[in-house]
């Protein structure tokens, strides 16, 4: 049973996982962690990015970089549509922000319900070869993910350390007040983290619907998992999200191969619901 | 007298004239609203317009049931899986063990109970958002159990033709009947206790949780009490709502039912009990009459929701009481 070519096998499938699960949660917490916003529409988000890369890659055979990116892009500049009319109102309001934004949710998943039915659609795989290393085999697709994902995590981490306005960013998630008294321009600011954490939340929804299928209800599962993520790392902590990440896509990868889906769904939620009681701040989080 | 109080009323003394705390014109739309529910199924012969009646009622025992939680200070996202036990225990006992229909109903509810006693002490300690997302997980685990334990509540398929428990449930008039007496009892026991000291104690604890246990408020003990009630009176909702359709499946009990029951809260005002009464009303009678447009009707919620958490957090009653207020303040400005 746990022979080296299936292990490899669980190790490459959680890492792909694990990719898509940090993305979604960075997104999830960053808009947490600055606007203190429960961004329950998350999954709406990671849905659009699916369609974007539906038309992108499937319909216009954009090339897969320019594609996938592209797309991330499209809606992340659409999303701030939202953030104007939508979230603006809910910043620091986290319980309003809860039910306001479930229903920002309800609305844009059944508008895409009408736009494109509920059938499932597939989108094409960026690449369908084999890596073969001795005794393992990679399917490419797989590393294409994991290799978007490592540039895109490499630019955010860039991003927030180095640049001005990450520096600005990391201030409001500090404290908004101080910052602002700083002279940092928090509407600004606020949009820009909106960007990030909705163009992330696109690329990883896009990738998702990728490996498995497209339809409006693509994005429920991907919010459960931020929610576990995020839970898991600490509510609006960056390394937590990644680690949280980790922990679940490598979890659920070996868990699903060896005990089934069922099992590794309850051991995921058990674990997390244990977490909350105990340590309700998460791994890496700070207790309020 | 009522004129009386009418003028009371205006100048800023509502409660001289009052039956139990109430002014008179409360107790007429009360007794208005229960006199058209009592002739709703003789006006309306139509079965459409008496099952849409039944609909109303039950969810207004759903709605109101959370409302008791909410008062307390927390949101549960878990209410539909309460209502979820309740329905297949009952459901079950029926059909594999012969029991009669209200023993089985009352076992069910009290199942969702014992649930609540055993869940509540744990996931009460936690407050605000940590409560939402650990009920939200919780309610997703015993909706998974619902698909998973195949051989006992028929998986993802559930159960079809579900007989009906009573004779009464035969006809849609019975029906309309049995879920109306059901809904006042349960409306009545939450007014009940939200009218009594508890429900002093409970707003009490929901406006500052340490205050109130510095002034001999048990809160832990007096939130577990308050939970296990309410998801032994969702139960009834969960089993009546069942036989109605007379079919189960985990579907019903899922974030989005139990995301409703919150919509229903807030949409009408959620720290009235006429809020989730109206809320429910209105949420369980519209999507039966847009029909044709499902999605629509959905999107429609979503803008609702968005709105009103924007724009009026106290729900409907909360923007009349602001009309009100407008209004005396216009008419008060004239006299002075």
């Known amino acids: 049973m746990f022979t080296l070519p299936i292990l490899s096998q669980v190790l490459v499938n959680g890492l792909s996982l694990s990719a898509i ?30 369609y974007a890369l539906f038309y992108a890659y499937g319909s216009l055979k954009l090339p897969y970089p320019i594609a996938v990116l592209g797309s991330a892009l499209t809606v992340a500049s659409f999303g701030l549509i939202f953030e104007v009319l939508v979230y603006r109102w809910f910043y620091q309001k986290m319980f309003q922000s ?86 940092i321009n928090t509407t600004v600011i606020y949009r820009l983290a909106f960007f990030v954490a909705i163009f992330m939340t696109a ?33 609006g902590s960056i390394p937590g999200a990644a680690l949280g990440g980790v922990l679940l896509g490598m979890g659920e990868s070996f868990l699903s191969t060896f005990y089934g889906a069922a099992v590794s769904s309850f051991v995921s939620f058990g674990v997390v619901v244990t977490l909350l009681i105990f340590r309700p701040w998460g791994l890496l989080g700070k207790p309020e | 007298m009522a004129n009386q109080n009418n003028v009371s009323s205006v100048a800023g003394h509502p409660t001289k004239v009052a039956l ?66 309740a329905a297949y225990t009952c459901v079950l006992l029926q059909l594999r063990l012969g029991a009669p229909f209200w023993l089985a109903m009352v076992a069910g509810c009290l199942a969702s109970g014992l649930l609540a006693l055993i869940l509540g002490p744990i996931v009460l300690r936690l407050t605000g958002k940590y409560f939402v997302l650990v009920t939200f997980l919780v309610g997703e685990i015993i909706r998974m159990i619902f698909v998973e334990w195949q051989s006992l509540t028929g ?69 577990i009490m308050i939970f296990v009630i309410a998801c032994t009176l969702v139960g009834v909702y969960g089993i009546l709502q069942t036989y109605l359709v007379q079919y189960i499946d985990p579907s019903a009990f899922n974030m989005e039912a139990s995301l409703n029951l919150v919509v229903m809260n807030v949409l009408g005002g959620m720290y009235y009990l006429l809020g989730p009464v109206l809320g ?20 429609i919620f979503g803008v609702i929701l968005i709105v009103v958490m924007a724009a009026l957090p106290g729900g409907i009653i909360g923007a009349l009481g602001a009309l009100r207020r407008l209004y005396q303040q216009a008419t008060s400005g004239k006299t002075t």
């Not at chain 1, 979604?24 to 529409?41: E, Q, S």
């Not at chain 2, 398929?157 to 009892?185: E, R, S």
């Not at chain 2, 429900?199 to 939130?223: H, N, T």
């Not at chain 2, 369980?284 to 629509?296: D, F, K, Q, T």
Request: glycine share 10%.
């Open chain 1, 98 to 183: 809860m039910i306001g934004l479930m229903g920002l949710n309800m609305a844009i998943v059944f508008t895409s319900v009408m736009i494109w039915d509920v059938n499932e659609r597939s989108i094409p795989a960026a690449a369908s070869g084999i890596l073969t290393v001795g005794e393992l085999t990679i399917p490419l697709d797989r590393l294409v993910i994991m290799g978007i994902t490592i540039v895109v995590l490499i630019m955010f981490w860039f991003f927030v350390t180095k640049t001005r306005h990450g520096l600005a960013m990391r201030a409001a998630s500090q404290d908004v007040e101080i910052a602002a008294a700083q002279g």
């Open chain 2, 280 to 299: 429910s009303t209105f949420l369980s009678a519209l999507p039966e009459l847009l029909r044709g447009y499902v999605e629509l009707q959905r999107v």
């Open chain 2, 155 to 223: 998986g993802s398929n559930g159960i079809q033709n579900i007989p009906p428990g009573l004779d009464l449930m035969k006809t849609p008039t019975g029906f309309y009947y049995l879920a109306l007496g059901a809904a006042v009892l349960c409306v009545g026991i939450v007014w009940r206790i939200l009218s009594s000291e508890i429900g002093r104690a409970m707003d009490a604890v929901r406006e500052a949780e340490k205050l109130a246990a510095s002034g001999g408020v048990p809160v832990i003990q007096l939130k």
């Open chain 1, 203 to 235: 690329l990883a929804g896009g990738l998702y619907a990728q490996t498995y299928a497209l339809s409006p209800f693509v994005g429920e599962r991907p919010l459960m998992v931020a929610f576990i993520v995020v839970i898991l790392g600490g509510m």
């Open chain 2, 20 to 85: 139990l705390g109430y002014s008179p014109w409360a107790w007429l739309g009360a007794i208005a609203a229960m006199s058209l529910l009592l002739v709703w199924p003789l006006v309306f012969s139509n079965k459409f317009y008496i099952t849409i009646g039944t609909m109303v009622v039950l969810s207004a025992i759903g709605a109101t049931s959370l409302n008791l939680i909410i008062r307390t200070g927390h949101v549960s996202l878990a209410h539909a899986a309460f209502m979820g036990v």
């Open chain 1, 21 to 50: 699960y940090v993305l979604v949660a960075l997104g999830f917490t960053l808009l947490f962690g600055i606007m203190r916003v429960v961004n329950f529409a998350h999954g709406a988000f990671a849905m659009l990015g699916g």
